[in-house]
């Protein structure tokens, strides 16, 4: 079927809404009515940074109403709202043991379309982003990117609990699994981390505390349940941190990737604590024995907050309706033909959690 789609044609190219022809579900997949797509910092790091085939139709944040299912399809049917996320094997030994984001077939299933042949331009094969490429009106999916979600919720917000606000959340709730009265601080309150710091407050963390360099944003996350908000450009946060906690945090969510906020993050962290590290970091050098080892530091590596998405997110969207999880407050739409503008706004971060709307 012929579909419109955002398509980027090589290395740092704009989109480009074009046609593009899509296949009809194979044995295993479920065709999706796209209604709208957040957008993520990992679709303008594809896009950027030549980790991925061209051309290709990015965008994994996908929400949209089941069309057609292929043979073998049990969890949704036509008509049922869901909520796309990222691909996994399901055989694997992670699969199975319920870790699928750390699927042993992660890179090769979401940043390479081999063996995933699902789009075509003018007889040229167009690359498969996360085994769903949301950025368009339609998308072909495997069963298991697909999350069954409740009807009663505005269907164009959802999208971004497939990756950014999963990955925040589960960060939390799922691997870090703070306990009640324990203190935790977030640095970058981008989308990740303003849903770390939503996750925490339903935790029960006693002192939640966020980290960025945007006053705008730390003033959201006040609103959204931290204590504190400091300004990382402006105060020494280490020390702030030790103030407020007396030893430092029990745990941290790094969101940032910048190697002076990596260490930031354990420097301030209180003996046997925990941090998680959930942004794209460059390579960098820590101090084994001095930041880690002396004090007997944990440091983790998290993706899509550990989570096995068709459980997890259901649970955020009854959390949204509960009053708990309001990442609505997160978000502004964009109509599709602006998504260029989207991404700009996303970059330059006058928009926490852009989300483009096919119609």
């Known amino acids: 079927m012929r579909i419109e789609a955002a398509v980027t044609h090589g290395?740092?190219?704009?989109?480009?809404i074009e046609e593009v022809e899509l296949a009809k579900p194979r044995a295993g997949e479920v065709l999706v009515r796209i209604a709208a797509t957040g957008v993520c910092h990992t679709d303008a790091v594809a896009r950027d940074n030549g980790i991925v085939p061209y051309p290709i139709v990015l965008g994994h944040e996908g929400a949209g109403v089941v069309v057609q299912v292929g043979e073998g399809v049990k969890t949704v049917e036509p008509g049922d709202h869901v909520v796309l996320s990222y691909s996994s094997c399901g055989h694997c030994e992670n699969c199975r043991s319920a870790h699928p984001?750390?699927?042993?077939?992660?890179n090769a299933l979401n940043f390479g379309s081999e063996g995933i042949e699902r789009l075509e331009q003018n007889g040229e094969k167009v690359a498969t982003f996360f085994g769903q490429s949301s950025f368009g009106t339609y998308a072909v999916a495997d069963e298991r990117?697909?999350?069954?979600v409740r009807k009663d919720v505005e269907l164009e917000l959802l999208g971004p609990l497939g990756c950014g606000i999963q990955t925040g959340s589960g960060t939390v709730l799922v691997r870090l699994k703070p306990e009640f009265g324990s203190t935790i601080a977030v640095y970058?309150?981008?989308a990740v981390g303003l849903s770390a710091v939503m996750a925490a407050k339903i935790a029960g963390c006693k002192t939640i505390i966020a980290v960025d360099v945007h006053d705008n944003r730390l003033e959201l996350a006040r609103e959204l349940g931290a204590a504190y908000a400091f300004n990382g450009g402006e105060v020494d946060v280490v020390e702030e941190i030790r103030k407020v906690t007396g030893s430092g945090t029990h745990?941290?969510?790094e969101t940032t990737g910048v190697p002076s906020v990596v260490h930031q993050s354990l420097a301030a962290l209180r003996p046997l604590g925990t941090v998680a590290i959930v942004g794209i970091t460059p390579e960098m050098t820590i101090d084994m024995f001095g930041e880690i080892m002396a004090e007997g530091k944990t440091m983790t590596g998290v993706i899509e907050g550990d989570t096995v998405p068709q459980l997890f997110i259901p649970e955020l969207v009854d959390y949204y309706c509960q009053g708990l999880f309001p990442f609505d407050k997160l978000v502004r739409y964009y109509a599709f033909d602006d998504i260029n503008q989207a991404f700009e706004d996303s970059r330059t971060g006058k928009a926490i959690k852009p989300i483009v709307k096919m119609k």
Do not use: I, L, P, R
């Open 11 to 16: 290395k740092g190219e704009a989109f480009k």
């Open 101 to 106: 984001s750390t699927c042993e077939d992660m």
């Open 188 to 190: 970058g309150c981008g």
């Open 145 to 148: 990117n697909v999350v069954k």
């Open 251 to 253: 745990y941290a969510v």
